[in-house]
């Protein structure tokens, strides 16, 4: 996505934002992105330097904040919690079979793995670059992201169960999922089990019109979206929202020794400090940073600073420390909804008017950035949380220091990051982008990241009472897991 595909929206539209959008300073100019686009022409470094400023100046801003986070959160979420982190546990698994010193391993499970592991997925990368290949596995017949198939119209049990919408086909999935906790393997159970009944009751009750119409990934966007459950604000909204306060709650004990430390007060972690990569007070300096830094990179994209502590605190601080909570447990991101519209959420209600006939730069870029930023973790804003928690769960498990951790994860980001936007627009030049990326579908002022969506919310109202809804359920488990678990 960044820097070059996304630099190829000044091409498309109807023209709502151009020229506005190729006056932005971190925008190409015209010629170098056509350039980039056919290929086989050298890159104009100096054309493409702002963007590359840019767009790093974005990830570091993240990754700064999702460090101060790590820091202040490594002892009780690695210590004490001991979150287990499954596709830390998978590589730490590939990672102990290395011999240290001369012990008999047993082997054969792993190659046999390793063999099975090629026998899947060889054909399927296969079919997916070169046409003249086989589809052994049917793999691109209904298949959405993440390996899910989804169920259309004519399958006779999706005819009949309305929840019943996509399916995980991919073994890893399986594989991964098997690396969670008991307890939330079988939560995770329960609730999907007590959702498909309850849907099947709405449908019976004359909810969900047309639904066995749809294709899977549309009818989950139905269920999702509309009365009478209206699950993603449950989820999405409150729940999100509930689970980033339960962390909070839940250490609220080491949170105020760790600030006392900082503050060169007395306290129960003055000497445990010193097995951590900083002192407390300099991982509170190092949030304190990444926030301004943040900052200062959205007010640079024209957002102004209301807007910017709203994206902050909304789509960076509350969704992904949830985020990273709940793929600590289960190894899937669930703050996952990119073109799915509950991300914007704060965003419509600070625009309840929307942007209007000619959208301004704050609002589209403090729309899209929601969205995006709202999505994978890798779109920016889980990198550094994600990769440094993650981190420390190896260094724990391979008795690392953990300075040494942060001296690693700090020396890969410096070298990552540009080599990656450098490479990305290198080789799009060398082949030409319109081989390599996808075109960009729509005008950046009307995409699905910045208010095409806005017409289907419900009213703030219903907004908020399920979104509260959601927070309730979720701080009442929270409290009951706590009491009773």
Known sequence: MFPAKWAQYALYGEGSMIPPITDWWWVPPIKAILDMRVGGLPVDWIAWAPSIVFWSWAFFANLIIGLGISLIFRQPWIDVERLPFPPTLAAYEILRRIPQKREKLNMKPFFLGVVLGFGFELPI????????????????????????????????????????????????????????????????????????????????????????????????????????????????????FALTTMVFYHSRSYLKEALNTALNRTSELSGSQKGEATDYRTAYLVLVAGIVVLLGFLLSAGIDLLTALIVFFVTIFMNQIASLYVYAHTGYPPVRECGGNWGSWAMILRFPEGGGVRPSQGFVMSNWLTEIWTDVPNNATGNGLFTVMMSFKMGSLTNMSNRNVLRVVTVCWLLALPAVFITRIWISHLYGAAILTGYPSCDLSTTCYTGAFTATYPHPDVIALYGGFGFIITVALSLLRTRFL
């Open 125 to 240: 990368f296969m079919a997916s670059i070169f046409p003249w290949f086989p589809d052994i596995y049917g793999w691109l017949v209904n298949t959405c992201p993440l390996g899910v198939g989804q169920l259309h119209p004519g399958n006779p049990i999706g005819d009949a169960v309305v929840g019943l919408n996509l399916f995980s086909k991919d073994p890893i999935a399986f594989g991964t999922f098997f690396l969670a906790p008991l307890s939330v393997s079988f939560s995770v159970m329960a609730f999907v089990i007590a959702m498909v009944v309850l849907e099947q009751v709405a449908y019976a009750m004359g909810y969900y019109t047309g639904i066995f119409d749809c294709g899977g990934c549309s009818r989950l966007w139905t269920i999702w979206y509309v009365p009478p459950f209206y699950w993603a604000f449950v989820f999405g909204v409150g729940g999100i």
